[in-house]
């Protein structure tokens, strides 16, 4: 039993994780889309286990929230297996502990955990806003910061969470700690715009990297497979095209 539970979180996108100019979005959802949290024990047990899990492999988390049936994080690694031996810590944990407070058995996530690698330079701030705004976007609050289980509290208001490491891009807001919280806070006057969620929620559902073109050619170099979607149309004729579906296929 443990077995298949820990294999539906732990193998998420190939471990390109190890690059220092990077940190992946993952997501995790509840199998079904059912809930995964019911009481306010059991996001704490999460939070907890979280955090044991990337202490124990080396994962600096940079900005989460826990939804009713699904999970947001934004980590960065130290090693290049730190984010799948998380996962699968994180996963062995929590699903021993849900079945047996609920009295259930079998498979509690939607397969596997997704990881969006991204271009830390142009999107890691975006993604600490679309990761602490989930609640908002569900109508669950008026505000991120009424919110108990997500990163904001702790960026933004300077709540402590033994959970939270910043992210040097967060950290590059303003050296004076009290001038940084309010920077961001600044962040979250506005909406993300329509452009910007759409290509978040397509590259963390997927597995896409997030990033300029340049910054996804690195990666499909370093990975040899495809980082984005396929675009339409080709000659299909051409050696061009040929080309591009047998590099596709890898």
Request: hydrophobic share 35%.
């Amino acid at each position: 039993m443990l077995t298949d539970n820990r294999r539906d979180i732990s193998h998420g996108a190939p471990s390109p994780f190890c690059f220092g100019w990077t940190s992946p979005a993952i997501i995790i959802r509840g199998n079904n889309r059912e809930p995964v949290f019911n009481a306010e024990e059991d996001y704490r047990f999460f939070l907890n286990k979280l955090a044991d899990a990337a202490k124990k492999h080396q994962c600096d988390i940079h900005a989460y929230v826990l939804m009713t049936n699904h999970v947001h994080l934004l980590a960065t690694p130290h090693k290049a297996e730190s984010i799948a031996k998380m996962m699968q810590m994180l996963g062995r944990y929590y699903v021993q502990y849900y079945n047996y407070t609920y009295q259930r058995t079998g498979t509690l996530w939607e397969g596997r955990y997704k990881a969006s690698l991204i271009d830390s330079e142009q999107y890691a701030l975006l993604c600490y806003r679309y990761i602490e705004l989930n609640s908002l976007r569900a109508d669950m609050v008026k505000h991120p910061s009424e919110y108990p289980w997500s990163s904001y509290r702790s960026n933004a208001l300077g709540q402590y969470d033994s959970l939270i490491t910043p992210h040097s891009m967060y950290i590059a807001l303003d050296q004076d700690e009290e001038q940084r919280q309010a920077r961001y806070r600044d962040l979250f006057n506005g909406q993300i715009d329509e452009q910007n969620l759409v290509s978040i929620r397509e590259a963390t559902n997927k597995a896409w990297v997030l990033g300029s073109d340049y910054f996804k050619q690195k990666i499909e170099a370093q990975l040899n497979r495809r980082a984005d979607k396929l675009t339409k149309g080709g000659d299909r004729k051409s050696d061009e095209f040929r080309q591009n579906k047998k590099f596709n296929r890898i």
